[in-house]
């Protein structure tokens, strides 16, 4: 795996992937109205919230998630 990042192809290979992905997310965020697109980053946010108060408390923070 080392030796296929050295070579250009390797390295060409890897970056078309990652743009793949980027294109990728993009045209799914794009068929998406604003308003899914908000909902979601509400539900992400408040997953790392209850995640980061559990820590706080001691608690698991894998069991947190499960509660919303």
């Given at each position: 795996?080392?030796?296929?990042w050295?070579?250009?192809?390797?390295?060409?290979?890897?970056?078309?992937?990652?743009?793949?992905?980027?294109?990728e997310?993009?045209?799914?965020?794009?068929?998406?109205?604003?308003?899914?697109?908000?909902?979601?980053?509400?539900?992400?946010?408040?997953v790392?919230?209850?995640?980061?108060?559990?820590?706080?408390?001691?608690?698991?923070?894998?069991?947190?998630?499960?509660?919303?």
């Amino acid at each position: 795996l080392t030796i296929l990042w050295l070579t250009k192809s390797g390295v060409r290979r890897k970056l078309m992937t990652v743009c793949e992905n980027e294109h990728e997310v993009r045209r799914k965020i794009a068929g998406k109205t604003p308003q899914i697109i908000l909902q979601a980053a509400r539900k992400i946010y408040l997953v790392k919230q209850t995640k980061i108060k559990a820590f706080e408390r001691g608690e698991n923070a894998k069991k947190a998630s499960f509660i919303l």
